[in-house]
């Protein structure tokens, strides 16, 4: 404030007149400067007089008022949250609804699969491709343990939700304005017309039948291909074991196949071995000790075989069968095995006389 304090003697003194003019122009500047800072005081009075006469206003009032606007709040928020109730209700039902509907979709479509199972297994079986049809045999026996578990969780979710349902959530209020909807669906769905139960149960019929049918030639050509030494149609029949449900019964007959395999490679070994020690024992004349044989490489030669053979369908066996039985297979064919080696031990026992020696190196210790 003490700037803008005009000094007159400083006007005196002035004797140029651009100072003069400089000083005019900055004192006019100043008093628009005044007069704009006045105005705006000036505006705010309405304000002020306006909130004067608030507060003068009694507060008895003022609270009345908000009183009332609060009332009128809590009315609103008691019919919304009415409505929000209603519809909540209205959608649990529409949800209950929609799980309903769609355990039906997949039930009609588990049927239309197994219609398709049936009417393929047919076909292959007319076209004899037995792979396609026990193809086929599985993905029913699939379809039909999915089905099974289908309509027991639907019965279970149909007992609980009638023990649970409230027969007046179906009501609406008349404020929540959703009286034009329509009432609720009732919880049970009538059954589709048509005989569903008698077509299942016909499909199931025909197809057990085809599944007898096809395990009674599974079986008759794997004993006619093992009896031929057919390597590949025994290896074709038997993984038909797998999709036919017989993994067990296929598995002791596979084995017994690899057993017959295994035992005709060793009783070639031990004719070969016949032949050459009958050779040569001709060549030695009847000497004392018979002819020379190698044992060792005969008994080589069947242990051989046997590894030979486990390696060659241990990819078989494994996916086919399962992994344990891959056990049962080696068990199987060490008892083929210790058959044959039993032989040959015998031959080299007689071969070599050896109860003769024991007996007589018996006695000399006796002696």
Not at 158 to 174: C, F, G, M, V, Y
Not at 195 to 203: F, R
């Amino acid at each position: 404030m003490a700037s803008s304090i005009v000094d007159l003697n400083h006007i005196y003194k002035l004797t140029n007149i651009s100072d003069v003019t400089r000083l005019l122009h900055e004192t006019v500047a100043r008093e628009r400067a005044i007069d704009q800072d006045l105005d705006r005081q000036l505006s705010k009075r309405n304000d002020l007089e306006r909130n004067f006469l608030l507060l003068n206003t009694p507060t008895a009032e003022t609270l009345e008022l908000v009183r009332a606007d609060c009332e009128q709040l809590l009315q609103s928020v008691h019919g919304t949250a009415q409505l929000a109730d209603n519809i909540s209700s209205k959608v649990r039902q529409l949800d209950l609804v929609q799980g309903r509907v769609q355990a039906v979709l997949t039930k009609i479509n588990l049927i239309l699969d197994r219609t398709n199972c049936i009417n393929g297994v047919q076909s292959a079986m007319e076209a004899e491709d037995y792979e396609a049809a026990a193809r086929y045999v599985a993905s029913f026996m699939e379809l039909e343990a999915r089905l099974q578990a289908e309509e027991a969780a639907a019965a279970t979710a149909a007992s609980s939700s009638s023990s649970s349902t409230d027969p007046n959530s179906s009501n609406l209020s008349p404020n929540n304005h959703l009286s034009g909807t329509g009432p609720t669906p009732p919880s049970g769905a009538a059954p589709p017309p048509g005989s569903q139960p008698q077509q299942a149960e016909e499909q199931r019929r025909v197809l057990l039948e085809v599944r007898e049918r096809l395990l009674e030639i599974t079986e008759r050509r794997f004993a006619e291909a093992a009896a031929r030494r057919d390597h590949a149609g025994a290896l074709r029949f038997a993984k038909l074991y797998k999709p036919l449900g017989k993994q067990a019964e296929g598995l002791q007959r596979f084995i017994e196949y690899l057993k017959v395999v295994v035992g005709a490679q060793a009783r070639s070994t031990y004719a070969a071995l016949s032949e050459q020690l009958e050779a040569a024992g001709g060549q030695a004349g009847g000497q004392a000790r018979g002819g020379r044989g190698d044992f060792a490489a005969a008994l080589t030669a069947l242990f051989k075989d046997m590894a030979m053979c486990l390696e060659e369908h241990e990819g078989v066996v494994r996916e086919t069968f399962g992994e344990g039985a891959l056990l049962e297979v080696i068990a199987g064919l060490q008892q083929e095995c210790d058959s044959a080696g039993s032989r040959i031990l015998q031959r080299f026992s007689e071969s070599r006389r050896l109860e003769r020696v024991v007996r007589e190196v018996a006695s000399r210790r006796r002696g």
